[in-house]
């Protein structure tokens, strides 16, 4: 939950895939951490996010904190 919140937030400062709206956004992530693509949530994250997290990184915090 607490990832997903984050996610919310980092989502709407402009991610590299834009949604038409939050609540798309939102799905879109849950959907891609679901199909474990981490890479696809990945690029929904914005771009100060992704100059601060590498893809490794995400990627281990994810599988790390699966419940979050």
């Not at 937030?9 to 834009?18: E, F, K, S, V």
């Not at 981490?38 to 997290?53: G, K, N, P």
């Amino acid at each position: 939950v607490v990832a997903v919140m984050g996610a919310v937030t980092m989502l709407a400062c402009g991610g590299a895939q834009p949604a038409t709206t939050p609540q798309a956004a939102v799905i879109a992530f849950a959907q891609a951490l679901d199909a474990h693509d981490y890479e696809r949530a990945y690029r929904l994250m914005s771009r100060d996010y992704q100059r601060r997290v590498s893809l490794e990184q995400f990627r281990r915090m994810v599988e790390e904190n699966p419940t979050e």
